[in-house]
């Protein structure tokens, strides 16, 4: 790849990142705090109390602050597709763009209509309307999650579509088998219940704060019941759909899995690393078997990868060099089919302008024949599919480590509760606020697993980061790069003044 | 269902949709027009909130159109889409800052310790309804003057100009249709606000708003329709390449009198 071309794909990469990042600070919180509002304004609904009225309130109003930013920050990324992605936009515009435009429409039309009566309409329209509204916010926030989670899980496993040679682009041939991929349910229910589990410690930690505070105990008490059983049960359902999600990788995306588990070497009965500090000596075909030290689970890799507790997982090196005895094939034949399949393409093309039926008929069947490989072809070096393993392995681990310590909060937050013992125990108020961060982090290194391990691809096998870019100059998008950065920061400082300004003089 | 559907059909299924969602969000960038009005109209503080609450509940409407009409041009024209958007970089870049900035502005601006100010907040507002209307005006107008970009055999295209889209608010043409496109929007947040805020001054201030923004209206809507009446069409003719001499007033003609001769 040439100086420029690598320097437009890392600042459009840094571009993206940040963004998503940022939107991703916001949207977990909304797509959880909107349930629990529900939840509490059904209990004030059923039992007409109005201290539950004022808990519903006050959460709402922490709720209104977040989507607002969340908005924001969201339109970006839909846009970005066009102006840093354009030939991605093309490629797969028709398969890509359908959920994004259902995405919109579910805002539209759920969203941002009920989201008005949840705010104004307390007094103006009857307490069963408002409670519909207020569950169909959650509801739509979550279904619009779906499409665009639909369309992530498309480009991770491509299905339902087939190349229109004509066009030289993918179109959709099965809406129902996009939507249906077993990587599109398992990432949006794990996505979602991310969110709810965060919403939940978000929601601890500020009835955390009040308790310490020695104010507002019986919305702190009430909110931490809703919020630790909500938590509890995202969270262990989270832990299910986890593992589905890892089985899928290990399936569909082979080269993510190994370098979540820094395996490079593939092996039978493989073991799942759980704590492990990377060697940063390690070079491909070397006998280092690329850690410092690490602490194992016999044979949990190669049950997670196939059910099975003795099966072949592969590592790095046995997808880029390929393993016979396996059945994998050498990166670098991979990139000869591919190549050979743009060729096919091109000739394909010109022979039929040229009227050459012969020539068109064969090039035709080359192609069909290599499609697979499509996008092998842009790429320089076999190894050039090796995504950042620190980055995703460290990543991969953080989530897991954090998703496992949120269940034991959950339950240690439920069990002082019960005994009525919360605010005798400071430490567990304190560290219910510092959970608030870590929920964060989980959050968003979840999404650097799926997005950097997924890495050279933008379209698994088909379309690479380099071939997707729009060609623009680098120096615009450092310039936009910068400008994002700016505003996003100082709106997410006015977002935390605001809030915590809330809850400070609630 | 839709699978039975020829190209053409699917394309002119689309097309109504697009014209739907775009006429939607002209109607809805009202909510512009009024916020570059903020000042205009609203001179002490309370008329200045008066006129930002009224319209601060209809923000999402707009809002959500335009990302339904991204998402439906994506789906529905991608090559459009990919061109347009990937080329004129930097005109849809500033559109979507702007849009960025109001998205939070409503909420954020009357909290306490809200880190900007109020008043920045209330710029945040201007700056959108005077850049947002104006320039989608602008990039619609190219749609029919034309932009200097090229497409490869993949169908992947380069914008063959550094300015990336700027170049295009330089264009009279382009322009008038922008201020055609703002002045409509400030019309209609007049005339909404009119039936929708009980107030004298505020009243009065937008009836004579009302007239002058009616005018620019008038005379850029029309100076740019009848420049285009005049200028070459660029049909896609694989053969020849060649731009099609009065596109526009043939096309105006031809549906003139259609419509004439169905009465």
Known sequence: ?506 | MFETFSLLTLQQYWWIIISLLGAILVFLLFVQGGQSLIYTLGKTENEKTIIINSIGRKWEFTFTTLVTFGGAFFASFPLFYSTSFGGAYWVWMIILFSFVLQAVSYEFRKKSNNFLGQKTFEVFLMINGFTAPLLLGITVATFFTGSNFSVDEMNFSKWENTAHGLESVLSLHNLSLGIAVFSLSRVLAILYFMNNINNENIFSRSKKQLFICSSIFLISFLSFIITLMFVDGYAVNPDTKEGNANKYFHIFIRCFVGFVWNI
């Open chain 1, 1 to 506: 790849m040439d100086e420029n071309l690598l320097e437009l794909v890392n600042w459009s990469r840094a571009q993206f990142a940040l963004t998503a990042m940022y939107h991703w600070l916001f949207v977990p919180l909304t797509l959880g705090i909107t349930f629990i509002i529900a939840i509490m304004e059904t209990i004030y609904y059923k039992t007409n109390d109005e201290k539950w009225k004022k808990i519903t309130k006050f959460w709402m109003i922490l709720f209104g602050i977040n989507f607002a930013i969340g908005v924001a920050t969201g339109i970006i990324l839909e846009f970005q597709f066009g102006t840093n992605w354009s030939n991605y936009s093309w490629f797969v515009g028709d398969i890509f763009g359908a959920p994004l435009a259902i995405e919109g429409i579910m805002a539209f039309f759920l969203e941002s209509t009920f989201i008005a009566v949840m705010f104004f309409g307390w007094n103006k329209v009857s307490k069963k309307f408002h409670l519909v509204s207020t569950w169909l916010v959650a509801l739509g926030s979550n279904l619009s999650a779906l499409w665009i989670l639909v369309a992530n899980a498309w480009m991770q496993h491509p299905v339902g579509m087939k190349f229109n040679t004509e066009t030289a682009r993918n179109e959709m041939v099965d809406f129902w088998e996009i939507l249906f991929s077993p990587v599109a349910i398992s990432k949006f229910l794990h996505t979602i219940t991310s969110g709810y589990v965060l919403a939940s410690i978000f929601v601890i930690g500020v009835s955390a704060w009040f308790l310490l505070k020695n104010r507002e105990e019986f919305l702190a008490k009430k909110s931490i019941l809703i919020a630790a059983i909500f938590g509890l049960s995202s969270s262990l359902f989270l832990a299910g759909t986890g593992d589905i999600a890892g089985h899928e990788i290990a399936q569909k995306q082979g080269m993510k899995l190994a370098a979540m588990e820094g395996l490079y070497k593939g092996e039978n009965g493989a073991s799942l690393v759980l704590f492990g500090l990377l060697d940063g000596d390690k070079k491909l075909k070397d006998e280092n078997n690329g850690f410092v030290f690490k602490i194992e689970i016999p044979k949990a890799l190669s049950f997670l990868a196939n059910r099975d507790f003795d099966s072949f997982v592969p590592g790095i090196e046995d997808i880029v060099y390929g393993n016979k005895e396996h059945g994998f094939i050498p990166t670098s034949e991979k990139i000869i089919k591919g190549k050979l399949a743009i060729k096919s393409l091109k000739e394909y093309k010109s022979s039929k302008k040229n009227g050459d039926k012969i020539k068109e008929k064969s090039s035709l069947k080359i192609f069909e024949e290599n499609f697979k490989y499509f996008g092998y072809g842009y790429l320089n070096s076999p190894e050039s599919i090796i995504p950042n393993v620190p980055l995703v392995f460290y990543s991969f681990h953080i989530m897991v480590a954090l998703g496992f310590y949120f269940i034991v909060f959950f339950i240690l937050v439920l069990f002082f509760l019960k005994k009525d013992i919360l605010q005798k125990n400071k430490w567990i108020l304190y560290t219910s606020i510092w959970t608030v961060p870590l929920a964060y982090i989980a959050s968003e290194t979840g999404w650097i697993v799926a997005e950097v391990g997924r890495q050279p691809w933008v379209i698994q096998d088909l379309m690479t980061t380099s071939m997707a870019v729009s060609k623009i100059d680098a120096s615009a998008v450092q310039i936009t790069f910068f400008l994002f950065l700016s505003i996003f920061t100082a709106l997410l400082i006015a977002e935390i003044k605001i809030m915590t300004t809330q809850i400070k003089n609630y």
